[in-house]
């Protein structure tokens, strides 16, 4: 009876020393604590792409989205169509991109610019036409300075140009 009444001190002793807090780390006199360091917060701010293309034949054309950092993608309808039967077709415009503030002056866009531009795949009866439509365009990644246009592309099909402002309150 002895023992058993000792293994179940034992057991209570461990059980008591197992609901104990473990107390604070001991700090040697004299040792100050590090207050924990706060990462600092970048300013938010919108900012405006303004993309600008010129085709050969020197026609310009842009479009401008408002964006925080992050990503875009815009999807609409050009204004001009292509006639295929006497019907118009209308050709698509689509942006996608993805702004990374690199400084209050800079920032990384990685940008996708095309269009779909329809063609005619081949002829039915009553003279019908039928058609597909073909996804051409930019796809590039590159630094910008807020407020500098950039050329993003210039060839015998255009000219391409960015340009990212960061807006003020």
Not at 105 to 117: A, S
Not at 124 to 133: E, F, I, R, V
Request: overall charge positive; glycine content about 8%.
């Amino acid at each position: 009876m002895k023992i058993f009444s000792a293994i179940l001190v034992a057991l209570s002793v461990a059980c008591a020393c197992q609901a104990q807090p473990n107390p604070p780390p001991m700090r040697p006199p004299g040792v100050v604590p590090v207050p924990s360091v706060v990462p600092a917060v970048r300013d938010t701010a919108n900012y405006l792409i303004h993309v600008e293309w010129k085709d050969a034949k020197g026609a310009s054309n842009s479009l401008e989205v408002l964006t925080a950092e992050g990503s875009v993608q815009l999807d609409s309808l050009q204004k001009t169509s292509v006639k295929i039967n006497n019907n118009d077709v209308p050709t698509t415009l689509k942006l996608n991109a993805s702004l990374t503030v690199l400084g209050d002056d800079k920032g990384r866009l990685q940008m996708f610019l095309g269009r779909t531009v329809p063609y005619v795949t081949g002829s039915g009866p009553n003279g019908m036409s039928s058609y597909s439509q073909m996804s051409v365009g930019l796809q590039s990644t590159f630094i910008v300075k807020f407020g500098k246009p950039l050329v993003a592309q210039n060839d015998e099909s255009g000219t391409i140009t960015v340009l990212v402002n960061r807006l003020t309150d």
